[in-house]
């Protein structure tokens, strides 16, 4: 059974860098046919995707975050990861991690429970 | 980059009722489209791949349909379960999006 698991930092100041990880298991990240997104949903509000890494580290991030975001994955530890620059309180939000089938996103078929992160002083 | 809207944004039905939701895509997007089912405090659940192909476990009342720019959901006789919300989402090109949601209730 896939699994998906996020953790990090709950609370981050404005300004600052969010960092979140997924941990995976159930399945290997670096092997071919899947890639790895992280979905964000703030609070009350419609899904957002940002953007993805691929199983050979192919990365896209939607524009109006492309700046700010990183996208990367350790194949060692089976989890890939996301760094957010100079967050605001628009960026208070539930962050998923979810699994797509395709080296593209394609359909997401198992997600992360999702962890919320507030950007606050 | 694609938009998805949805509408209704909230419906209000009984259970039995069939009920319909749709999606327009800003441009043809052949058929990659995909719905999603999301209940309070939880992940998304995928509903549907590929505008009609139901993911395993998903129950025979829901379908889907369209092509091109218009889609639907329709649950053929709403459940208690089914209170939710369920977004469509585009696979066509980069960026991938999601509709903004409708919200299903119960009357």
């Known amino acids: 059974q896939v699994q998906l698991q996020e953790s990090g930092s709950g609370l981050v100041k404005p300004s600052e860098t969010l960092s979140l990880t997924c941990a995976v298991s159930g399945a290997s990240i670096s092997s071919g046919g899947y890639s790895w997104s992280w979905i964000r949903q703030p609070p009350g509000k419609g899904l957002e995707w940002i953007g993805y890494i691929s199983h050979s580290g192919s990365t896209f991030y939607i524009p109006s975050l492309q700046s700010r975001v990183t996208i990367s994955a350790d194949g060692s530890k089976n989890l890939f990861s996301l760094q957010m620059k100079y967050v605001t309180a628009a960026d208070t939000a539930v962050y998923y991690c979810?699994?797509?089938?395709?080296?593209?996103?394609?359909?997401?078929?198992?997600w992360g429970h999702g962890t919320l992160v507030s950007v606050s002083s | 980059d694609i938009q998805m809207t949805q509408s209704p944004s909230s419906l209000s039905a009984s259970v039995g009722d069939r009920v319909t939701i749709t999606c327009r895509a800003s441009?043809?997007?052949?058929?990659?489209l995909n719905w999603y089912q999301q209940k309070p405090g939880k992940a998304p659940k995928l509903l549907i791949f590929?505008?009609?192909n139901l993911h395993t476990g998903v129950p025979s009342r829901f379908s889907g349909s369209g092509s091109g720019t218009d889609f639907s959901l329709t649950i053929s006789s709403l459940q208690p379960e089914d209170i939710a919300t369920y977004y469509c989402q585009h696979y066509d090109l980069l960026p991938l999006a999601f509709g903004q949601g409708t919200r299903l209730d119960l009357k």
């Open positions: 979810a699994r797509s089938r395709g080296t593209q996103p394609y359909y997401f078929d198992y």
């Open positions: 441009r043809d997007i052949s058929n990659y």
């Open positions: 590929d505008v009609n």
